[in-house]
């Protein structure tokens, strides 16, 4: 396997780069956000978020920082989700901390470990579990910045296979999908991320679940 494809493969959350986030899809003009082109994807992140803040105590209004200067916030919505993400450098940041988290959660199972390809032809019952070096891990996390960046309305340039082939024969369950969401979740909230843009990069990543979960 090339480090490319290696990198793409672990990085189950993400499907093509046009496949969810910019699908075109018009949505109606009183949703809240407008990232996923998916009114699933974008339920499920919403749901996330309210779950998550109900546990927390708060609400999504609560946890907004107030606005001095009432043209920040419009100013703020011109922005691309990239540019509030902090552009390539807070992406990277983001990457970083999930990676650590995904491939250490036994949730996740980012390695594959016990799982055999399925399918009918020469690769049928043969070990998917991949054994990363650095380099190959220093090589997914490029591939992953490269692909929120250009999801995100950052640059346009993405360098991964298409997810759908590469995952085909992986058995990656709902369960673990959402584990692999709830990881990035948690390194939002770690990095400080607001509640909109949370919503926004969640949708964007539920949207690419088709593409990639097996077995439901």
């Not at 075109?24 to 749901?47: C, L, M, N, V, Y």
């Not at 927390?56 to 009432?70: F, Q």
């Not at 470990?113 to 032809?121: A, D, E, K, L, W």
């Not at 990881?183 to 509640?195: E, I, M, P, R």
Request: hydrophobic letters at 35%.
């Amino acid at each position: 396997m090339t480090i490319t494809k290696l990198a793409v493969s672990g990085l189950f959350l993400l499907a093509t780069a046009l496949a969810g986030g910019c699908t075109g899809e018009k949505q109606p003009e009183d949703r809240e956000f407008h990232t996923s082109g998916s009114r699933e994807a974008d339920q499920r992140a919403e749901q996330r978020i309210a779950r998550d803040e109900q546990i927390k105590g708060k609400s999504a209004e609560g946890d907004k920082p107030a606005l001095s200067n009432p043209l920040a916030a419009k100013d703020d919505k011109a922005k691309t989700l990239y540019e509030r993400l902090g552009g390539d450098a807070g992406i990277r940041t983001l990457v970083d901390d999930f990676c650590t988290r995904a491939l250490a959660d036994p949730r996740v199972n980012w390695k594959r470990v016990g799982v055999v390809r399925g399918g009918i032809n020469f690769k049928r019952n043969t070990p998917v579990e991949w054994k990363p070096t650095d380099a190959q891990i220093d090589g997914m996390k490029f591939h992953m910045v490269q692909f929120l960046a250009l999801a995100t309305g950052g640059p346009a340039k993405y360098e991964g296979r298409e997810m759908k082939q590469v995952h085909e024969g992986l058995h990656i369950t709902n369960a673990e999908f959402d584990a692999a969401i709830g990881d990035v979740k948690a390194s939002l909230d770690k990095l400080g991320v607001g509640t909109q843009e949370q919503k926004e990069l969640l949708a964007i990543l539920e949207s690419t679940r088709p593409q990639v979960v097996e077995e439901r």
